[in-house]
């Protein structure tokens, strides 16, 4: 079975460009999240949907980001403008409603110049 | 300005001897916990899951402990192989946040030959 899958798995854009970044949770999974992982501040939840509605999206850092989840099987994540302090590397994971545990994507390592 | 990144607990083991990577948490409230790992350049993978109701649960090697009373958590790793080698995670579920988990800092686990 396909797990998470996440594109692009790298990306690397110039300070002032759009960002996008996609995310396919795994089949018949529910909840979506979004997660940002640094050095500094380790992984920290961004957003999270259920049935494609936002949940919580108190770790959205500021009004460059936003999130989106137009269905079941597809979420985006867009920066912009990007920033070099955006660099990190962004998971995906998803989670069937009822269950907390969730799995993850293999991440997009995004670099902003 | 310098970039000071997060240091990580260490823990470095002989292959074959066993592992005890712990974690504190911080909500008396939570009432699920899970373990993962993460190796270089991929996502967390779980590993071991286990509810406030348990204070122990076995896997395949792996061992979960739950102390409620100090609110501790940890994860035994019965002789260590050089494939454990990676970054583990306890996280647990957030109050009044739905699904969502708390992820601590993180153990890096090192296992020499």
């Known amino acids: 079975d396909a797990g998470v899958i996440q594109s692009p798995r790298h990306e690397v854009t110039e300070m002032g460009q759009e960002v996008t970044l996609r995310c396919k949770p795994i089949?018949?999974?529910?909840?979506l999240f979004w997660y940002r992982q640094t050095m500094m501040r380790g992984l920290e939840l961004l957003i999270y949907?259920?049935?494609?509605?936002?949940?919580?999206d108190s770790g959205m850092p500021e009004d460059r980001f936003s999130a989106k989840m137009p269905n079941a099987s597809f979420s985006t994540l867009k920066i912009q403008p990007s920033e070099p302090r955006d660099s990190a590397v962004y998971f995906c994971a998803s989670s069937w409603g009822g269950e907390e545990t969730q799995y993850f994507g293999p991440g997009t390592r995004l670099l902003v110049l | 300005g310098e970039n000071v990144g997060l240091h990580l607990p260490t823990l470095s083991v002989q292959e074959g001897d066993n592992s005890i990577i712990n974690c504190a948490y911080s909500n008396s409230a939570s009432d699920y916990f899970i373990w993962y790992k993460q190796e270089s350049g991929k996502g967390p993978q779980f590993i071991i899951d286990?509810?406030?109701?348990?204070d122990k649960r076995q896997g395949q090697r792996v061992t979960v402990l739950l102390n409620k009373t100090v609110k501790h958590l940890s994860l035994q790793i019965a002789a260590t192989q050089p494939g454990d080698s990676a970054v583990y995670f306890c996280?647990?579920?957030?109050?009044?946040?739905?699904?969502?988990?708390?992820f601590g800092k993180g153990t890096s686990l090192l296992v020499t030959p």
């Open positions: 996280a647990e579920n957030r109050a009044n946040s739905g699904y969502a988990l708390n």
């Open positions: 949907f259920n049935n494609n509605v936002p949940i919580d």
């Open positions: 286990i509810r406030s109701n348990m």
């Open positions: 089949s018949g999974h529910n909840s």
